[in-house]
């Protein structure tokens, strides 16, 4: 029982510059790459060959057919080319090629098969991870979208422990490249039509985020006349310990409108009932301190 709790508690830490940005990897081949990512413990020297347990590897995934193992074999075929990678070091002039997967192992008569990271390219991860951003696996596993995983992981990265509300303006164009769409994507006759943008990605987004991660969002748009000239993000994280809706609503309320006299009313009184709308009402939760 105690090694379950463990589990729920494993955090990944990986470069910043790597959360914000959108990438060529499937849902699946991406939560392989975190269940991975997970044993790589910051500011340690760590292994380079990672045991990852077989049950747990067809739980996370939800893979539950009789073609289990074929559809392991392919995702790990698949990390081992898109991990093609060019670092170019600037302490020895010199320029390192390869893939940061680079092998994998499985024990038919073991409950666990091995992944290797190349020996070549760990001393540069954990170089990277000195600037990390820090995601919950649980969380980022529950998520059955690549969009809700991409912004998931943004809005992680962005995140500063020490204030309660998070905020950060993006670009249309910026969050249509995050989220991996097409530039004709939700383009119609020329036109993009942003309310189906919004009601088929950033609403979808917006639920499974609040009701599946550690993170409630929201979202507005800021216009300048007619023109939209960016989204407003803003967040905060869910408590662990639970109570009563009614306390819940109080304590919530109470909290936000104090942080947003502190940060001198850059949070809405709309915003935050927008906020605590989003909740979703079956969950427990209360907000961080």
């Known amino acids: 029982m105690e090694n379950e709790k463990n589990k729920n508690k494993f955090v990944i830490y990986y470069a910043n510059e790597l959360a914000r940005k959108n990438n060529q990897f499937t849902l699946e081949e991406e939560k392989v790459l975190h269940l991975i990512f997970s044993q790589i413990k910051p500011f340690e020297k760590n292994p380079t060959t990672f045991k990852i347990e077989k049950k747990e590897f067809f739980r996370k995934l939800n893979l539950v057919d009789n073609n289990k193992y074929k559809r392991y074999e392919k995702i790990i075929l698949e990390l081992i080319s898109k991990t093609l990678t060019k670092i170019e070091k600037k302490d020895t002039d010199s320029k390192l090629i390869g893939v940061v ?145 009614k306390t819940k609503k109080q304590v919530s309320l109470f909290d936000l409108e104090k942080e947003s006299q502190k940060q001198q009313n850059t949070i809405s009184q709309e915003k935050v009932n927008c906020m605590l709308k989003n909740i979703d009402k079956d969950s427990k939760v209360v907000f961080d301190n």
């Open 101 to 245: 997967i680079c092998n994998a192992e499985w024990f038919n008569k073991e409950p666990f098969f091995e992944v290797d990271i190349n020996p070549k390219f760990m001393p540069y991860i954990e170089q990277l991870i000195n600037h990390y951003t820090k995601v919950s696996l649980d969380s980022l596993l529950n998520l059955k979208s690549k969009h809700s995983l991409t912004l998931y992981k943004w809005l992680c990265s962005w995140t500063d422990e020490n204030k309660k509300i998070n905020q950060r303006y993006i670009k249309t164009k910026e969050l249509k490249e995050l989220l991996g769409l097409y530039i004709d994507d939700y383009v119609y006759k020329g036109k993009f039509n942003r309310a189906d943008f919004e009601r088929y990605t950033l609403k979808k987004i917006e639920k499974e985020i609040n009701s599946k991660t550690s993170l409630i969002f929201s979202y507005k748009k800021n216009k300048i006349g007619n023109k939209v000239q960016n989204y407003e993000f803003t967040w905060i994280h869910k408590e662990k310990s639970a109570i009563s809706k």
